[in-house]
T-cell receptor, first 111, second 113 residues
Framework: EAQVTQNPRYLITVTGKKLTVTCSQNMNHEYMSWYRQDPGLGLRQIYYSMNVEVTDKGDVPEGYKVSRKEKRNFPLILESPSPNQTSLYFC??????????FGSGTRLTVV | AQSVTQPDIHITVSEGASLELRCNYSYGATPYLFWYVQSPGQGLQLLLKYFSGDTLVQGIKGFEAEFKRSQSSFNLRKPSVHWSDAAEYFCAVDGSGYSTLTFGKGTMLLVSP
């Protein structure tokens, strides 16, 4: 089944403890992206990648890192999480110019 | 810069009635346009997309959308709403074609019996 898989689905962590949210797609898509969703603010793009080793900042990249060493994987790294990064995170992938296929989301709480 | 406006935060429609959700975008040329739906606790599902050509596009679940260049709009419609359509709907624009989608803030659809 064609899908985007992100893990974990739920995560509670403490301020400053490094964490990684994994994302993997099995559709051989070139493009991958991370979004965060917050009430009243909608979805905002954090980072995106157009192919292996090609990444760029989205609208809200501060406090996040990404890497794209393989085509299928696009992990999101929070080096020192803070409470304002509490949010619902979505990974997505697509072919160029096509609509994104989204993962099921990761609900992150930073205390 | 590209932007999307969904003027209605909430809309309530009676089951069986028609639906129109509004979306206006800002971009210098004709962008790629999308509508997504998000059910509670779920990810986003693509309903339909417009790239070029026929300005009336058909999507899944009986939805359609019409692109109007003169109004910079891409409104979503459905002739008869079902209770299972209750969800949040997002309009999105991609001006570059490089999957840098910008989303509107969403419209929550409530369906009354």
């Amino acid at each position: 089944e064609a899908q985007v898989t992100q893990n974990p689905r739920y995560l509670i962590t403490v301020t400053g403890k490094k964490l990684t949210v994994t994302c993997s797609q099995n559709m051989n898509h070139e493009y991958m992206s991370w979004y965060r969703q917050d009430p009243g603010l909608g979805l905002r793009q954090i980072y995106y990648s157009m192919n292996v080793e090609v990444t760029d900042k989205g609208d809200v990249p501060e406090g996040y890192k990404v890497s794209r060493k393989e085509k299928r994987n696009f992990p999101l790294i929070l080096e020192s999480p803070s409470p304002n990064q509490t949010s619902l995170y979505f990974c997505a992938s697509s072919l160029q110019g096509d609509g994104y296929t989204f993962g099921s989301g990761t609900r992150l709480t930073v205390v | 810069a590209q932007s999307v406006t969904q003027p209605d935060i909430h809309i309530t429609v009676s089951e069986g009635a028609s639906l129109e959700l509004r979306c206006n975008y800002s971009y210098g040329a004709t962008p790629y346009l999308f509508w997504y739906v998000q059910s509670p606790g779920q990810g986003l599902q693509l309903l339909l997309k417009y790239f070029s050509g026929d300005t009336l596009v058909q999507g899944i679940k009986g939805f359609e959308a019409e692109f109007k260049r003169s109004q910079s709009s891409f409104n979503l419609r459905k002739p008869s709403v079902h209770w299972s359509d209750a969800a949040e709907y997002f309009c999105a624009v991609d001006g570059s074609g490089y999957s840098t989608l910008t989303f509107g803030k969403g419209t929550m659809l409530l369906v009354s019996p």
